[in-house]
């Protein structure tokens, strides 16, 4: 069997043999499937990453045959990148190097369900994780919009915030994450245990420094949902007052997201149920919680068009609320028109309605703006994923530039490399663990600028360059 990927010189039927018993997919169309993720979410990242293929995927079912397969790729020297729901935005889990895809999605066993928290394995669905959760009266702290169909290693290994982060805070706030184990490539595997804030060395590395096998994480009890919709005249009060329900002691809302009139356009699914164009706070708050809401969502000047409970909502047909907040919103505009495309802003000052509409007059007709308030150390934080309409990477950068001078910071989505992204620079801390854990440095590893800079330092070399990098 030849390279499919045509960047290796692995003879693939001998490796898959090599592999007995794991199951293995060696039919080509199978295998360019799972070598996409949401990169097209990008025109850029489409362009770099539609003809990157895998050459073989495995399917481990237990942490012995993961343990085999690692082995087995060290001792050949082959490519790995690992794979969960493929749910990323950037590539993460696009094989540019060709190689073993390791798709993680049976090892999915729930292992235990304690008071406050819940330990599975890697390839788990989140959406299983929560609804073994709900029959013990609890929920986890967040998941991302895709928990349907993304696992809960692929979410700590690329993601970071979701719906829950508003009261919880993102994914990296201490007791969020509350463990993990990981394993190595070497010619005998190991698992290694993360607590504590050690989890951090493993976090968001994009499967680069070690095999995501089982996460504890933390839960919170579930509460009786109320889904809300609110419709605003104008974007600055919506923002504004979106802002108020989400730092507000009186209520306690898991998510409440601000979107532009003209992205709600594109939610068919809402039509006749919320006023037409309007601008939309999507929230959901506790049902106890629904009159002080609606006090303070009315007195801000707007219309609780819907506040609904799961039976209400499949009554209606209408989808759940999380499927119009994150990036779930650029997904139904890219339903119906693949020439948007999208970006992730932070935005300097959460409560500065006044700074956003300034933007927003600036940014004119070609980007739509739709912001998620989560909190980090505590503080309510604001970013922005806007609909951006494509037409140039040169126009890209220059609405870059424009947000730059506004004072706003831009977290490339239409970059494939990890310190270009949420990260923004090297984690040394990451690319240490590396070093550890997959020596020969065959782990997803073209996703890094800093590895090939680094990968014939020591551990220890690469972690003090944490240090001379924060000095
Ligand atoms: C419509 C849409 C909405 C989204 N909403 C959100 C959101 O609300 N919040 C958010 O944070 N993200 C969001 N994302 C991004 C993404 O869905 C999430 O981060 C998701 O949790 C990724 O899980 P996955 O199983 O699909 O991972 P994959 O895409 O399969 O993998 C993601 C990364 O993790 C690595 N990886 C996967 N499994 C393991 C493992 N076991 N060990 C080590 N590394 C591993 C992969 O190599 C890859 O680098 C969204 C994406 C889309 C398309």
């Known amino acids: 069997?030849?390279?499919?990927?045509?960047?290796?010189?692995?003879?693939?039927?001998?490796?898959?043999?090599?592999?007995?018993?794991?199951?293995?997919?060696?039919?080509?169309?199978?295998?360019?499937?799972?070598?996409?993720?949401?990169?097209?979410?990008?025109?850029?990242?489409?362009?770099?990453?539609?003809?990157?293929?895998?050459?073989?995927?495995?399917?481990?079912?237990?942490?012995?045959?993961?343990?085999?397969?690692?082995?087995?790729?060290?001792?050949?020297?082959?490519?790995?990148?690992?794979?969960?729901?493929?749910?990323?935005?950037?590539?993460?889990?696009?094989?540019?190097?060709?190689?073993?895809?390791?798709?993680?999605?049976?090892?999915?066993?729930?292992?235990?369900?304690?008071?406050?928290?819940?330990?599975?394995?890697?390839?788990?669905?989140?959406?299983?994780?929560?609804?073994?959760?709900?029959?013990?009266?609890?929920?986890?702290?967040?998941?991302?919009?895709?928990?349907?169909?993304?696992?809960?290693?692929?979410?700590?290994?690329?993601?970071?915030?979701g719906i829950g982060s508003l009261a919880t805070g993102a994914l990296r706030e201490a007791g969020n994450l509350m463990a993990l184990s990981a394993m190595s490539v070497e010619a005998s595997p190991q698992e290694r245990v993360f607590t504590g804030t050690d989890v951090m060395k493993i976090h968001h590395a994009w499967g680069l420094n070690g095999v995501i096998t089982e996460v504890t994480l933390r839960t919170v009890p579930t509460r009786d949902w109320i889904a809300a919709m609110v419709t605003f005249e104008d974007y600055e009060t919506a923002y504004a007052t979106a802002y108020a329900l989400a730092t507000t002691d009186h209520i306690a809302p898991k998510l409440v997201s601000v979107v532009d009139a003209r992205i709600v356009d594109y939610f068919p699914r809402l039509k006749g149920h919320v006023r037409a164009g309007k601008e939309l706070v999507v929230s959901y708050v506790p049902r106890e919680d629904l009159a002080t809401f609606t006090q303070m969502a009315e007195a801000g000047g707007g219309v609780v068009d819907l506040a609904m409970d799961d039976t209400e909502r499949e009554s209606k047909s209408i989808p759940h609320a999380f499927e119009f907040c994150y990036n779930h919103t650029t997904l139904q505009v890219l339903k119906s028109d693949r020439s948007a495309t999208y970006q992730q802003i932070g935005v300097p000052v959460a409560s500065d309605a006044a700074a956003i509409a300034r933007l927003r007059q600036d940014l004119g007709e070609e980007v739509w703006t739709h912001h998620e308030f989560y909190r980090l150390n505590g503080e309510v934080v604001s970013i922005d994923l806007p609909i951006i309409w494509y037409s140039t990477p040169e126009r890209l950068a220059e609405l870059n530039a424009l947000y730059e001078r506004h004072g706003f910071a831009v977290y490339d989505a239409h970059s494939n490399l990890v310190e270009r992204g949420g990260l923004h620079s090297a984690d040394y801390s990451h690319l240490a663990w590396k070093k550890r854990m997959d020596p020969k440095g065959l782990l997803n590893s073209a996703k890094s600028v800093a590895w090939p800079i680094v990968k014939d330092l020591s551990p220890e070399e690469i972690e003090a360059k944490s240090v001379e990098a924060s000095e």
């Open 1 to 161: 069997m030849s390279s499919i990927s045509g960047k290796t010189t692995i003879d693939w039927a001998a490796f898959a043999q090599r592999l007995a018993p794991v199951e293995v997919i060696d039919e080509p169309v199978l295998i360019k499937k799972r070598s996409r993720d949401f990169f097209w979410y990008s025109p850029i990242l489409n362009d770099q990453l539609k003809r990157c293929f895998g050459d073989l995927v495995a399917l481990p079912k237990t942490t012995q045959e993961l343990a085999h397969c690692l082995s087995e790729a060290f001792a050949a020297e082959v490519p790995v990148v690992i794979r969960g729901g493929g749910t990323g935005n950037y590539g993460q889990a696009v094989p540019v190097e060709g190689g073993l895809i390791l798709d993680m999605t049976r090892m999915s066993e729930i292992l235990e369900i304690g008071e406050g928290f819940v330990r599975v394995q890697a390839g788990a669905l989140m959406k299983d994780i929560n609804e073994a959760l709900l029959a013990t009266g609890q929920e986890m702290a967040m998941f991302p919009s895709t928990k349907d169909i993304a696992t809960i290693g692929g979410f700590v290994a690329g993601g970071s915030v």
